[in-house]
């Protein structure tokens, strides 16, 4: 028997979604709440009581640069980088990483900027904030790893969209059409309204994502082309000084200040950052980063440089200045570069991230309506794929649907109360939050494995459902500070958050009483419906197909 | 112009002309104001629809400029369409209103 | 249709159009980003940003060729012969371009 294209399609569609659509819905999840990880890490880490942040003197920079040299030169002499993180209103402490080479893991250590001392544990709350959605959104936490794991989801995604939209038939006579309370018929009509008409964002998101990537991803013709000289390459193409080898020999790192103040004289802006490369060795360079200007971001697609310093780090000769605001490269690397704001959405302010926001969320509930009609079809009648197997594999399928979709929601709202319910004091506490956030999702695959199905989804639900409304009262009790108070005095990063809680709350309510309800009768059988003779009916039965 | 103004302002454009490419169907035509359009209506509705949707792409660059403008048309006519395609089912007389409540309660505001 | 692991195609034919569409869609997304950056008319650090942009759009189409293709043969000689075709190119100009 001759299968037709839409025949392979739709069981490419069926197949590569489900075996990705966990992935999938985790990476969007994670990377629509990390659009605003700026609030979320200003409601984690309590900034709304700290209050202004008063910035640093021209000297107190430099004794600060000077207090973190001290300190990074005794842990370690030799580095192959050194970065210094100046406070700022986000930050307002002093930072040191680095790492001692390739292999070795990154060490992060908060000071106090006035003496140069490492900050005891419980003097603030040590959080990795909202950068952790941001890494679960494109390395799930796990390096080299994640980012490739990322990347063939996002391919699968790719190839998921355009088969879906061979599969579709109706894409336009049906581009209204959302039939709810009618069991399969209903997942199938959001499964389709929420992809169409999300289309072009989802189509952008996706190639943007791989581009960000592209030469880890695709590093073929580096290889060829450049003998896989990634240094010499991106010197090249980003039209800057050509790269600096390690050349094996002890040499001191200049006076860091000193570089400091030449540095911000050089670009004219105050400085965010100094990054010390191959410390310790004679091929040392320092860079002079300039503090970040969100404002000039706004209104523009691509953001301009911040400038950026570059000093030999022995001798402390110039190499390279960057002012601010200034372009280099091709257009080719201007193409690539605007690839990667319009994923970043850095532009446009707060009405452009809402857009993503919603768009994202929208990509996210496509992906779970996807998953949730595939069982839902085969609840009814089982389409018998793998022999005997099938009802295992069902059910594993129906775990990993809990799981992955409310049980990653769980675990998600759980990072809020983890951040709030573990104590301040103890050690590597941003580490800890993150170990608890896996455990507590591997907890509701535990959860979905043991209990039957529906039940598994209306418990995790109503638990998503109780942590997300209850969040302002967490906070209140926790620390004092809650929606109310965050309203009084106009601090919208933290009432956007709890508001936003509460939003999810009632939506996962919703979706819960529909659970119930759906529960309380049996399974919705389309023949009640032409029973009734609800015009919308006389269109056509559900394609099946897929 | 005020991006706010312009994100509700779009918005509603947006929706006008969606709201009047989907009345131009039957099956919408039927749910949101009874009975079936007749060919001119038709025509007409489309054609208000599309130019509509150029309309809101127009006023999107004049608040965003065309680098960010066209990427937050797509986004909001995406949010618009969300809107129109979720009251459908569930308030269709209400789907039709909101053009005519909506931009009177949201838009004034902005000249207070 | 919608039978997949238990299709009248055997087992292996599946497994085959996998690795086809996974490994060889990969390799012929390579090929085209080398290929591509001898034509293009830019510097080469740009060249081969400009043609690497374009191949996962390659990937995605090859993907999409192997489960539509006829065969499981037919999906690999489709990935081959461009692959082959553009690689030879590539060696061709990348021996020429250096003499």
Known sequence: MKTTFRQSMSWLHTWGGLWFTWILFAIFLTGTLGVFDDPISHWLREKGKIGEFTPLTAEQRADAVRKAQAYLQEKSPRAEFWTIGLPDDENPELRVFWRADDDAPVHRLRLDAQTGRELPPGTARETEGGHHFVHMHFEFHAGMAGIWIVGAATVAMLVALVSGIVVHKKIFTDFFTFRPGKGQRSWLDGHNALGVLTLPFLFMISYTGLIIFWSIYMPAGILARYAGDEDAFFAKLNEGPPPRPMQFADAPVHELASLMQRGEAAIEREAGFVVVNHAGDRSAAVRIFGRFDPEAETDRLVGRSNGSALFDGVSGETIDVQKPNTVRGGNVLQTQRTMNALHFVRFGGYPMKWLYFLSGMAGAAMLATGAILFMVKRRKKSANEFGGATPRVYRIIEALNVAAIAGLSLACIGFFWINRLLPLDVAQRGTREIVLFFALWLLTLVHAGLRPPLAAWREQLAAVATLCLALPLLNLATTGDWLFAALARGDGETAGVELTAIAFGLIFAAALRQLQRRMAKPAVDTRIDEKTGAPANDVAPATGGR | ?112 | MSVPFASPRPRSALLSRIVAAVFGGYALASVFSIFVSHLLPAELPEAVLGATLFSFAVYTAAIVWVFAAASATRAWLGLLIPGALMGALAFALQVGGAA
């Not at chain 2, 169907?25 to 629809?49: E, N, S």
């Not at chain 2, 066209?70 to 459908?88: I, R, T």
């Open chain 2, 1 to 112: 112009m005020d991006k706010h103004f312009a994100v509700y302002l779009v918005f509603f454009v947006c929706y006008a002309a969606l709201l009047a490419l989907c009345l131009a169907m039957d099956r919408h035509h039927a749910q949101v104001l009874h009975g079936k359009p007749g060919r001119p209506r038709r025509l007409a509705l489309r054609l208000a629809g599309g130019s509509l949707i150029g309309v809101a792409l127009w006023l999107c660059s004049l608040a965003w400029g065309w680098a960010i403008g066209p990427v937050a048309w797509f986004g909001l006519l995406s949010a618009a369409a969300f809107a129109l395609v979720f009251l459908l089912p569930y308030a269709p007389r209400f789907a039709g209103w909101l053009i005519v409540v909506g931009p009177v309660l949201a838009l004034p505001p902005f000249f207070l």
